[in-house]
């Protein structure tokens, strides 16, 4: 069943108080510092870590493309439990997690920040520039922000409104795992020097956010159906 209007604001509330958590970080000037903790100026001891690299980048972004062309498959075929769940609700799960990975992606496309490994301060080049300083260029390669990376497990974040819907009984969980995986590849990014603490804090709002507004337009869509419907019985 929809989610009822009262619970919605409720959402859209705690989406609006994540954004200032978010908007704090971004003014505390924590992100250097933060990086500190792994970078010297000889650079990230853990960038090109081997098993580091496989176990917390490769693999985890193969799985989760795997998983989310799995899940493409069986909203048009359905598989599994998914056998179970309404026609709406798989096209639901499944594309609004395509459409955060998508918004991640176009983001970082257009960003001008470039990564901590590519600071002077930690044997790069550049100087630091703050992703709000739109049109400034560090004078590195950019496309560094948000966290392209964790959104492989963020982006799942995104289809916990269908989830809720459709297995309220996996709901937490799968909201639970989602927000612990990205956050577990967000930090492993942070110790290779690839990103910023800012980078994955907002890479987790932008993919909530998608979620919560694809489930404002199904509901909208769920509500003009039920309204036709009820014209075409009167």
Known sequence: MPLPASRLRHLCAWSLLALLFVLAWDASGLDVPLARLAGTPEGFAWRS???????????PRAISSVLLLALLVGAAWPWGPLRRWPAAD??????????????????????????????????????????????????GGGHCFPAGHASAAFAFVAGWFAVR??????????????????????????????????????????????????????????????????????
Not at 51 to 59: S, T, W
Request: charged residues 15%; hydrophobic residues 55%.
């Open 49 to 59: 870590q081997p098993m580091f690299v496989l176990a917390l980048h490769e693999v």
């Open 90 to 139: 798989r096209w639901q799960l499944a594309l609004s997690i395509a459409l955060a990975m998508a918004a991640v992606t176009l983001l970082k496309r257009a960003s001008a920040t470039s990564c901590p490994w590519d600071l002077a301060e930690f044997g790069g080049a550049v100087l630091y520039v703050s992703h709000w300083a739109w049109g400034v260029r560090d004078g």
């Open 165 to 234: 819907r459709a297995a309220p009984r996996w709901s937490t969980r799968w909201l639970a795992g989602a927000l612990a995986a990205g956050l577990v590849l967000g930090l492993a990014q942070q110790l290779r020097g690839a990103h910023y603490m800012s980078h994955t804090l907002w890479t987790a709002w932008i993919c909530w956010s998608v979620g919560l507004a694809t489930e404002v337009l199904a509901q909208g869509l769920h509500a003009r159906r039920s309204a036709l419907a009820r014209l075409n019985e009167a």
